[in-house]
């Protein structure tokens, strides 16, 4: 990116930090082979990922589902005096709101989106009273539709509260688009995994995940190791996904693993994984960075669902990866080795000591900058 396409992008531009790009491959999701970018300076994920993709090519790779591409944004009143009569009031009106919320859009609404519904919620006040938002439900085709449902909700709000007989306030998206949901579901066979007993530990392991929030903080961090991944690389905003996949994950009251991992009738593992899934293929960064424009084509999607999916899939094959490390050898085995070459170049090995001080580092168990030190200077005084 040149320093001109950053200023356009960001204020105060001194720099850019480069992220490494990698490639996952073995990806059949939906019967179509897909390759996917990956954006992340974490050892093992793209790896990891495509080990899981791999394994579950033979029982058909991973199929997904969308819903539709329907965002809300939330319009907060104040100073109602009658909080249910006014819902109603809003309720009777939802054509008109409908309508000026489209005034706002007509090129959305012209392919085919726009504003769908209202919602009128009333919720209690921690000090007492009431909270009336309204939601606007708008179906944002293939953006990932911040800005539209923003400036609708910006039109409307005047006029719900003047229906309302209070004063707005807040007047923007929720990230948590329970209405904009991506599934993804994988089986492997038992024997690619390691046997009957490493599916038992996995099934346990991700168990504990759905009843304990000390362990599902990890096990989704595990899953979004692959889902930001892939959305950072593509241009989309990571913080918009994050948020809505930790929000959606807490929606029962209490913090849960995002994935579930059960067993078929033939033994095999079967995983699946629901979330919302914000991304869009217009507008934003996904447009105006040449490599998120790049990394867009490399997956040869044609819609921002089609997107959502792949990184839906992505998450759950980083997810399953992470949980059968666990219960089969424990997360350092494997994370070691890519981390050791980490180490070993942080403590100044050049490019042709990489590999002999990782192995050395491997071997003797103790992957840490000083005992790298140590032995870059041995091998230098072996020449």
């Given at each position: 990116?040149?320093?001109?396409?950053?200023?356009r992008m960001i204020e105060n531009v001194i720099g850019q930090i480069?992220?490494?790009?990698?490639?996952?491959?073995?990806?059949?999701?939906?019967?179509?082979?897909?390759?996917?970018?990956?954006?992340?300076?974490?050892?093992?994920?793209?790896?990891?990922?495509?080990?899981?993709?791999?394994?579950?090519?033979?029982?058909?790779?991973?199929?997904?589902?969308?819903?539709?591409?329907?965002?809300?944004?939330?319009?907060?009143?104040?100073?109602?005096?009658?909080?249910?009569?006014?819902?109603?009031?809003?309720?009777?009106?939802?054509?008109?709101?409908?309508?000026?919320?489209?005034?706002?859009?007509?090129?959305?609404?012209?392919?085919?989106?726009?504003?769908?519904?209202?919602?009128?919620?009333?919720?209690?006040?921690?000090?007492?009273?009431?909270?009336?938002?309204?939601?606007?439900?708008?179906?944002?085709?293939?953006?990932?539709?911040?800005?539209a449902v923003n400036t609708m909700a910006e039109a409307v709000a005047?006029?719900?509260?003047?229906?309302?007989?209070?004063?707005?306030?807040?007047?923007?998206?929720?990230?948590?688009?329970?209405?904009?949901?991506?599934?993804?579901?994988?089986?492997?066979?038992?024997?690619?995994?390691?046997?009957?007993?490493?599916?038992?530990?996995?099934?346990?392991?991700?168990?504990?995940?759905?009843?304990?929030?000390?362990?599902?903080?990890?096990?989704?961090?595990?899953?979004?190791?692959?889902?930001?991944?892939?959305?950072?690389?593509?241009?989309?905003?990571?913080?918009?996904?994050?948020?809505?996949?930790?929000?959606?994950?807490?929606?029962?009251?209490?913090?849960?693993?995002?994935?579930?991992?059960?067993?078929?009738?033939?033994?095999?593992?079967?995983?699946?994984?629901?979330?919302?899934?914000?991304?869009?293929?217009?507008?934003?960064?996904?447009?105006?960075?040449?490599?998120?424009?790049?990394?867009?084509?490399?997956?040869?999607?044609?819609?921002?669902?089609?997107?959502?999916?792949?990184?839906?899939?992505?998450?759950?094959?980083?997810?399953?990866?992470?949980?059968?490390?666990?219960?089969?050898?424990?997360?350092?085995?494997?994370?070691?080795?890519?981390?050791?070459?980490?180490?070993?170049?942080?403590?100044?090995?050049?490019?042709?000591?990489?590999?002999?001080?990782?192995?050395?580092?491997?071997?003797?168990?103790?992957?840490?900058?000083?005992?790298?030190?140590?032995?870059?200077?041995?091998?230098?005084?072996?020449?």
């Amino acid at each position: 990116m040149s320093e001109e396409q950053a200023d356009r992008m960001i204020e105060n531009v001194i720099g850019q930090i480069g992220i490494p790009v990698g490639v996952a491959t073995n990806f059949v999701v939906n019967g179509r082979e897909v390759l996917v970018p990956m954006a992340t300076e974490e050892p093992s994920v793209v790896a990891a990922a495509s080990n899981i993709a791999r394994m579950a090519r033979e029982l058909g790779g991973i199929t997904t589902t969308t819903s539709e591409p329907l965002m809300q944004a939330q319009i907060q009143l104040l100073d109602i005096a009658d909080p249910h009569g006014a819902r109603a009031r809003l309720i009777e009106s939802a054509d008109e709101i409908l309508a000026l919320a489209n005034a706002q859009d007509p090129k959305l609404v012209e392919i085919g989106g726009g504003a769908r519904d209202i919602r009128v919620r009333i919720l209690p006040r921690s000090e007492g009273g009431s909270h009336v938002v309204v939601h606007l439900i708008v179906d944002v085709a293939d953006a990932m539709g911040a800005n539209a449902v923003n400036t609708m909700a910006e039109a409307v709000a005047p006029r719900l509260a003047e229906l309302a007989g209070g004063r707005p306030l807040l007047r923007i998206l929720t990230n948590l688009a329970d209405l904009r949901l991506v599934r993804a579901r994988l089986a492997i066979p038992p024997g690619a995994l390691g046997g009957g007993q490493v599916v038992d530990d996995m099934l346990a392991g991700a168990m504990l995940a759905v009843d304990d929030p000390y362990r599902a903080a990890t096990h989704n961090k595990g899953i979004m190791n692959g889902i930001s991944a892939v959305v950072l690389a593509t241009g989309n905003d990571t913080r918009a996904v994050e948020a809505g996949a930790h929000s959606y994950a807490a929606r029962d009251g209490q913090y849960r693993a995002l994935s579930r991992f059960e067993r078929d009738e033939s033994g095999s593992l079967v995983a699946t994984l629901e979330l919302p899934m914000a991304v869009g293929l217009v507008g934003g960064a996904t447009k105006t960075h040449p490599a998120a424009r790049a990394a867009v084509e490399i997956t040869e999607v044609k819609s921002a669902a089609e997107l959502g999916e792949i990184v839906c899939a992505v998450g759950l094959a980083q997810n399953v990866a992470a949980v059968r490390a666990l219960a089969a050898e424990g997360i350092q085995r494997g994370h070691m080795g890519l981390h050791a070459r980490n180490v070993a170049i942080g403590a100044g090995a050049t490019a042709s000591e990489v590999d002999a001080v990782a192995s050395a580092l491997v071997a003797d168990g103790r992957v840490r900058a000083d005992i790298a030190e140590g032995i870059i200077g041995e091998l230098r005084a072996e020449r």
